[in-house]
Structure formats: C-alpha cells, structure tokens
C-alpha cells in the first residue's frame, strides 16, 4: 500500500528554523516526483515545489524560490522542506503530493499534512 | 506561469443535482489538468486526471472534459459526501498551479 505519512505538528517563533518530513513507502520513492503544497489559513492550494528523490533534481515555483529548500534522502525514502528562517507568514498547512508515473496523471498519493505556526 | 481560474467561487446545490465547474488556463495546456476534491481537514484527492481520466476508485458520476485552454468537471446526482472544495491544477509545465477553488454548498 502506498503511503505518504508526515512529520507532526510545529509550533516555532519567527527567526527560527525548521525541517519537516514526509517519509514514502509501498512504492518505488525514487522514481516519482513529490511536490510540496501550501495551504494558508482558510485558503486555496499553492504548489510549492518538486524534487525527483532519484537524482534530486529540483525544481520551485517563483513564489517560493529562495524562501524554502526541498530535499530528499532516498536511503530512507524521505522528502524534506525546510526553511532557514521562518517569518508568522510561514503559518499555514502543508502537504507533501506523490506525482504519478507521469506528469499528466496528477498527484495521485497524498500526505496527512503538517501544520506549521509560527508566532511569537 | 500559467494562471489557472475556476468559476463558480462557490455554489450551492442540492443532493440529487448535476453541477458543472469551470476551470480555465491562461495559455494551452493541451489535456494536462486535474481535478481534486478537498474536504475540511484532509487532504487533497485527486479525482480527474488528464482532463477526463477518471482516477481509480473514484464514482463514475464525477467526470471531466476539455482541453486546450477550456475544462469542465461535471457531478451528476449530487450525494451528501460530495460537498466539499473542489480544485483544477495544470501539469503542463511548472510551476503546477492550482485554480482558486470552488466551494459545493448544500442548498
């Protein structure tokens, strides 16, 4: 069975950093793509970012571009995305997405989502 | 990027009704678009994939059609678990955008 499970819940304060986690199994994790999506506060979804744990090739949205690191360890099927220095606009759920065998089949896999605050 | 805009924002409709949602690309993306459903708390899941392939396990009364610039997603005899926020998204070429949603209301 395919299964995306994430890291817990955050709380954190603005300036500090953080690493959260989304470990694959049931699956071949290197050869599909994992994106990372946003979801503030009673909002829509905003894609984030993508990472090809076989070679790490990564690839992220403008918006997001210098703002987060996504990552991956193949060694123990996980993706990762972190940030360096959280700002309380950073509070917001995010998800982690397995992409099918192909770019047009969709994210077929999801993640339970990590809620992220940040708050002094 | 490419923009992705749905219509309606929200809409309210009854069990038993047929729904159509809008989604529109700001450029060709050919048949590259997905739909998903999202209840409160949960996370996404993909219905539609490819503009009109039906993801397994998913009721056939969800459907989708379109390509080019122009997609539909049609829900024939509404049932209660389908009301919910319902989401296009482009994989044509990244970044993967998302449209601003939708939001199925019980009339």
């Known amino acids: 069975e395919v299964q995306l499970v994430q890291s817990g819940a955050e709380v954190k304060k603005p300036g500090e950093s953080l690493k959260i986690s989304c470990k694959g199994s049931?699956?071949?994790?290197?050869?599909?793509?994992i994106a990372w999506v946003r979801q503030m506060p009673g909002k829509g979804l905003e894609w984030m970012g993508i990472?090809?744990?076989?070679?790490?090739?990564?690839t992220y949205s403008p918006s997001f571009q210098g703002q987060v690191t996504i990552s991956a360890d193949e060694s123990i099927t996980t993706a990762y995305l972190q940030w360096s220095s959280l700002k309380a606009s950073d509070t917001a759920m995010y998800y982690c997405?397995?992409?099918?065998?192909?770019?047009?089949?969709?994210?077929?896999?999801w993640g339970q989502g990590t809620l992220v605050t940040v708050s002094s | 990027d490419i923009q992705m805009t749905q219509s309606p924002s929200s809409l309210s409709a009854s069990v038993g009704d047929r729904v159509t949602i809008t989604c529109r690309a700001s450029q060709s993306i050919s048949t590259y678009l997905n739909w998903y459903q999202q209840k409160p708390g949960k996370a996404p899941k993909l219905l539609i994939y490819a503009a009109s392939r039906l993801q397994s396990g998913v009721p056939s009364r969800f459907s989708g059609s379109g390509s080019g610039t122009g997609f539909t997603l049609t829900i024939t005899s509404l049932q209660p678990e389908d009301f919910a926020t319902y989401y296009c998204?482009?994989?044509?070429?990244?970044?993967?955008?998302f449209g601003q949603g939708t939001k199925l209301k019980i009339k």
């Open positions: 998204q482009h994989s044509y070429s990244t970044p993967y955008t």
């Open positions: 990472i090809y744990p076989g070679d790490s090739d990564t």
């Open positions: 049931g699956y071949r994790f290197t050869s599909y793509w």
């Open positions: 997405g397995r992409q099918g065998m192909a770019t047009i089949t969709g994210f077929d896999y």
